[in-house]
């Protein structure tokens, strides 16, 4: 009953606007209302615009030192949201690191090649758990663009990693009882530069947990076998600092080239909003 008087009530509304509407409509009608002809329309979009700002001079205006400070802003704050787990295997290497200053029976210092570039290859998963959890578009409510978002995860990631290569080295020389090794501390950045641009280059083509796994595997098998034989053990330790500054080189350009191309991938940025490639091939 009481649904039926609610309804009644909104049709007796709707009756009411419809008479008044008939009403008033012949003295509407008196009323004659001319629009503007395609000529006029041009004319008046030429004047106004004349009188906007030009957006290209508009964004160079920006200081970049606001920028900067935006964006690290935005690397303090995914270092808070970043997974416990993920620091906490960071943790557990060190202390693997420490047990193999101790222990290993070759160099410690290459076999500590192996623990190198994992923080930053477990990170992708990180960087890239909005595309492959189909979780782009959530993430991105806060004004926030794809570009910046996956750029402040890889710089949290990579400079997580140089720290950790450098404290990896702090405990595999107190584990061994010897003093710190430049030449090995430049091998070992010049191992993480050449695996994070091979890493970040898989993981833009396949999903990020089959991106880590391939690559891990690769690697611990590719060591396995370098450190396995005396005569490459040796070719590393007599590498040139000439030779280690141009492979850092082209491991620096590898990275930033897929930074580049993963920024162009998966933010598109339009006039009618943001639109997402979130695909894996």
């Known amino acids: 009953m009481k649904r039926r008087g609610h309804g009644d009530k909104r049709n007796r509304a709707a009756e009411l606007e419809m008479e008044e509407y008939n009403e008033i409509a012949p003295y509407l009608n008196e009323y004659a209302v001319d629009f503007p002809s395609e000529m006029e329309i041009d004319r008046t979009i030429r004047a106004l615009d004349a009188h906007m700002p030009d957006q290209v001079s508009v964004r160079t205006k920006q200081s970049y030192g606001r920028l900067m400070r935006e964006l690290f802003q935005l690397v303090r704050g995914e270092v808070v949201v970043f997974h416990k787990s993920y620091w906490l295997v960071c943790s557990l290497l060190l202390l693997l690191g420490f047990w193999l200053g101790t222990h290993s029976k070759i160099d410690p210092y290459m076999s500590g090649l192996v623990l190198v570039p994992v923080p930053f290859v477990l990170g992708l998963l990180e960087v890239f758990k909005g595309r492959d959890q189909g979780l782009m578009e959530i993430e991105l409510t806060c004004k926030i663009t794809a570009q910046q978002l996956m750029l402040t995860r890889l710089i949290v990631v990579l400079a997580g990693n140089m720290a950790?290569?450098?404290?990896?080295?702090?405990?595999?020389?107190?584990?061994?009882?010897?003093?710190?090794?430049?030449?090995?501390i430049g091998l070992w950045y010049v191992q993480l530069m050449i695996a994070?641009?091979?890493?970040?280059?898989?993981?833009m083509r396949v999903r990020g947990g089959t991106a880590v796994s391939i690559f891990l595997t690769l690697w611990f098998g590719l060591i396995w076998l370098a450190l396995s034989n005396p005569q490459f053990v040796a070719l590393f330790q007599s590498i040139q600092p000439s030779v280690h500054i141009a492979i850092t080189l082209c491991g620096v350009i590898l990275l930033i080239s897929q930074i580049y191309q993963m920024a162009r991938k998966y933010t598109s940025q339009t006039e009618r909003g943001y639109s997402f490639d979130i695909d894996h091939g």
């Open 164 to 184: 950790f290569v450098f404290l990896l080295m702090l405990v595999m020389s107190g584990g061994s009882g010897s003093s710190i090794s430049w030449s090995a």
């Open 196 to 203: 994070a641009g091979a890493s970040l280059w898989l993981a």
